[in-house]
């Protein structure tokens, strides 16, 4: 279930929030997931926030589809880039192989411990046979507010490796480091590209 407090306190801090991230359009993960997708290929850009990923996607000849639960940062999106964000929700993605890609990029760290699973097996039908995934998380364990009220699950490298083999990807490379987030925390993170095993 969406957490109403975490998607408020992004309608309410969305000037701070791209603040943070408005030079990540050139960002080493994103360079290397466009360099996955072919040309004019369709992706899901997951939790997009203000879409700058997408923009930078829509740029390189990509196809893109950002959804986000947030109805200021669909907003936002829209009036920056005209790209089409909707307002929608992880459990909401229903679809099959219709994305060559789907860019999670530290939005699933806000769906909770139950519905994680489910969200990663409706990613993997989602995708086409090959199709690339990105997923961003900060890691460690539990589930908590921070202090501007965001809820968090957090994983551990080993937890998120399993959860993604378990819903059917072949990882191919992972990025870990730590940065200051919105909440003024240095915090770790965790990048990892898997693959939606092809089907004989
Ligand atoms: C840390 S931001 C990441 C935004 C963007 N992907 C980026 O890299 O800048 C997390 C985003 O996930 C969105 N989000 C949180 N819970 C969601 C849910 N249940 N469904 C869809 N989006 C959600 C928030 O509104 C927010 O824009």
């Not at 997708?37 to 829509?58: F, H, K, N, T």
């Not at 589809?65 to 089409?84: G, K, T």
């Not at 990807?169 to 919105?182: C, D, H, N, S, V």
């Amino acid at each position: 279930m969406t957490d109403q407090e975490t998607i408020a306190v992004y309608d309410a801090q969305i000037d701070s929030y791209v603040e943070l991230v408005k030079r990540e359009s050139a960002h080493p993960s994103l360079v290397d997931f466009i360099a996955q997708i072919e040309p004019g290929g369709y992706v899901l850009d997951l939790g997009c926030g203000p879409a700058i990923a997408s923009a930078a996607m829509r740029d390189h000849g990509l196809r893109v589809d950002p959804v986000d639960a947030s109805a200021e940062m669909v907003r936002l999106a829209n009036a920056n880039y005209d790209i089409n964000a909707r307002q929608a929700v992880f459990n909401e993605l229903n679809v099959v192989d219709v994305y060559d890609g789907v860019w999670a990029n530290f939005s699933l760290l806000h769906a909770s411990a139950a519905e994680f699973p489910v969200i990663l097996s409706a990613i993997h039908d989602a995708l086409v046979s090959g199709g690339y995934f990105h997923i961003g998380m900060k890691t460690g364990n539990g589930s908590a507010r921070d202090s501007l009220g965001r809820l968090y699950t957090y994983y551990s490298a080993t937890e998120l490796s399993e959860h993604l083999k378990a819903a059917g990807f072949a990882i191919e490379k992972t990025k870990t480091g730590e940065q200051r987030g919105l909440a003024g925390e240095v915090e770790p993170w965790i990048v990892v590209g898997s693959r939606a095993a092809r089907m004989s």
